[in-house]
């Protein structure tokens, strides 16, 4: 197992992670848009992850006869086959238009890869070239409407070590983000990789805080004249209420176009993203969210 801390290569790609789901546009355009700002290459990943077709184990040979039990057989991984070059070749039809997509926005060398096997595997065998992953909020099997994360977004992030870029179905111009801070060894670190990184730079920035009753966190002014010094001018919005309704509520105030948390829970114990924070916010935030380890 990789260590959390382990150093991301500046000169690392972007990877967007596509299916067929009505996130793919918004996944290449803030791929896109990341490439630019870091001057990195852009790689197009579709990843099949099939569901193993398997007949019955029962004996029916002598209900349908042996000769028809072996031919039923065959007829389904026929089947099977054929819809596994189907998907590879509507998944290798998405990356061509992704790249194409990609490259009129001004991606940097933008190029396409198709693997097979589960997404969370694939990237992390993949992540050591890897600066920051996009991806949607819901996968292809997801309905847009639902209350449910896409299980692929929360294995991946469990999974992976680099920053991850979840995005809203719609693309817009980034131009203020917010960083949603406690004080904690977690927010901290997303405000040194905020300071240190070029996605960012030149762009409104804000902190926000939450609190019962509402106070300045331990480590607030670090955190400001650590943005300070790399040339931010961080607006700081401190709010009584628990985290998931305070980040929503300045969400909306301040007009975010992006918010950089932790992939963890604002909160002193560190759960798992599921059933943390970070989950709800997931949910239900409409502006893209860069997840940082």
């Given amino acids: 197992m990789k260590d959390a801390d382990y150093e991301i290569p500046v ?30 290459e852009l790689v197009c990943l579709h990843v099949l992850d099939h569901k193993t077709v398997r007949p019955a184990t029962g004996d029916y040979s002598g209900s349908i006869g042996i000769d028809a039990g072996s031919h039923l057989l065959d007829e389904l991984t026929e089947l099977e086959a054929q819809q596994n070059r189907l998907a590879m070749q509507q998944g ?27 997404l969370a595997r694939a990237l992390t065998e993949l992540e050591d070239q890897v600066r920051l992953f996009v991806l949607g909020k819901r996968g292809a099997a997801a309905r847009f409407n639902s209350d449910h994360l896409g299980a692929n977004l929360e294995r991946v992030v469990r999974s992976v070590h680099r920053p991850t870029l979840v995005t809203s179905r719609e693309f817009r111009p980034v131009n203020t983000f917010g960083i949603a801070f406690d004080g904690s060894a977690t927010t901290r670190k997303c405000v040194n990789m905020v300071a240190i990184s070029p996605l960012l730079k030149g762009l409104d920035c804000h902190l926000i805080v939450a609190g019962n009753p509402p106070a300045r966190p331990e480590g607030l002014d670090w955190a400001m004249q650590h943005l300070s010094d790399a ?6 919005h401190i709010e009584s209420g628990n985290a998931e309704q305070v980040i929503a509520r300045q969400v909306e105030a301040i007009e975010l176009d992006l918010l950089v948390m932790g992939a963890y829970g604002h909160s002193r114990i560190r759960h798992l993203i599921v059933g943390s924070t970070t989950t709800t916010i997931l949910r239900n935030c409409q502006i893209p969210i860069l997840l940082l380890r």
């Avoid at 039809?93 to 589960?118: I, K, Y």
């Avoid at 040339?231 to 700081?236: K, S």
């Fill in 92 to 118: 290798r039809a998405m990356l061509e238009q992704a790249g194409a997509r990609a490259a009129e926005a001004g991606a940097l060398r933008p190029r396409s890869v198709q693997r097979q096997g589960p």
């Fill in 11 to 40: 000169d690392g790609k972007v990877m967007a992670c596509l299916d067929v789901s009505a996130y793919s546009h918004s996944v290449t355009d803030y791929a896109a848009w990341a490439s630019r700002r870091l001057a990195a």
């Fill in 231 to 236: 040339g931010f001018e961080p607006e700081v």
